[in-house]
């Protein structure tokens, strides 16, 4: 059986945090910015985590 490859979209978007989790970025940051707040803008620079739905699919994907 050949070796699984890892996902080359997926390993660009996500990382992987010390405890094993996914850590992605915020969506809605590269256009129709005059609209939103400066709040909602400061808000999007910080990474969130992958739920816990999603994350077995992505693991896989990244061969983890």
């Known amino acids: 059986m050949p070796k699984m490859k ?3 979209g997926t390993k660009k978007r996500f ?3 010390g405890s094993g989790k996914l ?3 915020r969506t ?3 256009h129709l910015l005059r609209k939103k707040t400066k709040k909602q803008k400061l808000a ?3 990474p969130a985590l992958v739920s816990k739905a999603d994350s077995p ?3 896989r994907l990244l061969c983890i």
């Open 28 to 30: 809605g940051t590269s």
């Open 44 to 46: 999007l620079r910080h």
């Open 57 to 59: 699919r992505l693991k």
């Open 23 to 25: 850590k992605r970025f």
């Open 15 to 17: 990382k992987v945090t």
């Open 6 to 8: 890892t996902h080359s």
